[in-house]
């Protein structure tokens, strides 16, 4: 069975602009999912309901098949789904090739963010951007001239220096910065259901702080749906999660609301464990 925690309605105050779905809510379904890598089994029935204006933090033990539920969710080659489904708006994505996930909005910010030489952080946001628009039917593209002023916006948002837009994608960035970089990509690029996988690893106490409030700004301006990745409490301190998913050995074990982050850093997840096989 999916989940069904359900949210009040979003508060009506929320800031969102024009151009964006003022009443849509995109939902993100994942029913009994099972993945494995080789004979590896790895995901094992993972249910779970993601909607528009919603964050989730998912925390588990290492290993517990986090990053994999994102990477299978975005498409990785490297996974081979066996069981359960996914669905968009009700489009099943599991058969879609990444780009077009990433299309639907689909995001997911890389606990470890690749570099790529030789391309510009600004030129490949902006194509990215723009195929984003192209894929949903846009016919208007968003010129350098327009792209430039929003992205270093952005960059200002996450206290990013602008240089960082002439540089090649994540190439020579100290951990933090590669960081703040996967939050000015979600910026710019709007997803509907964004995954954050251990988006405060690697970053000092004031860096936290920045991306955190980058990640707030964004949501309140998009309304987003956020699965957020996390090991600690601290990063939940600045982004009040709706729901608290524990996973552990590919299922999500326990949901709670933010009581049970807090719990787990009090208690650990030895009680939590004891119980399953
Ligand atoms: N290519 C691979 N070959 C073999 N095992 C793999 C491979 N990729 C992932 N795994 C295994 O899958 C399991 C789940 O890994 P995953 O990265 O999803 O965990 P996680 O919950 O994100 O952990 P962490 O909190 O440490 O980031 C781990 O035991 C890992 O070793
Ligand atoms: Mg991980």
């Not at 949903?136 to 220096?161: C, R, V, Y």
Request: a positive charge.
């Amino acid at each position: 069975m999916p989940l069904t925690l359900t949210k009040p309605m979003a508060k009506t105050s929320k800031k969102i602009s024009s151009h964006e779905r003022p009443n849509k809510i995109d939902v993100l379904e994942i029913t009994n999912l099972h993945a494995n890598i080789g004979e590896l089994k790895i995901l094992n029935g993972i249910n779970l309901t993601i909607r528009s204006n919603e964050i989730h933090a998912i925390m588990g033990p290492n290993g517990s098949g986090k990053s994999t539920l994102c990477n299978v969710l975005m498409g990785h080659p490297k996974y081979e789904v066996t069981k359960g489904s996914a669905k968009f708006n009700g489009k099943e994505i599991l058969e879609l090739e990444p780009n077009e996930r990433a299309h639907l909005g689909l995001f997911l910010g890389f606990q470890n963010p690749l570099e790529i030489s030789g391309v510009s952080m600004g030129s490949f946001l902006r194509l990215a951007r723009n195929l984003n628009l192209k894929a949903n039917g846009e016919t208007k593209q968003i010129s350098p001239m327009e792209f430039m002023p929003m992205l270093k916006g952005t960059a200002n948002l996450l206290k990013m220096d602008e240089k960082f837009i002439t540089r090649s994608v994540n190439e020579g960035f100290s951990g933090g910065e590669k960081k703040r970089a996967e939050i000015v990509q979600m910026a710019v690029l709007q997803p509907k259901i964004a995954m954050l996988d251990e988006i405060d690893s690697g970053l000092d106490i004031d860096a936290l702080k920045i991306v955190a409030e980058g990640i707030v700004e964004t949501f309140k301006k998009n309304g987003m749906g956020i699965l957020l990745i996390t090991h600690y409490q601290r990063l939940l301190n600045y982004i009040t999660p709706d729901f608290v998913h524990i996973m552990a050995k590919g299922k999500i074990i326990q949901s709670g609301d933010k009581k049970l982050a807090k719990e787990l850093e009090k208690n650990g997840y030895e009680k939590i464990l004891k119980n399953i096989k």
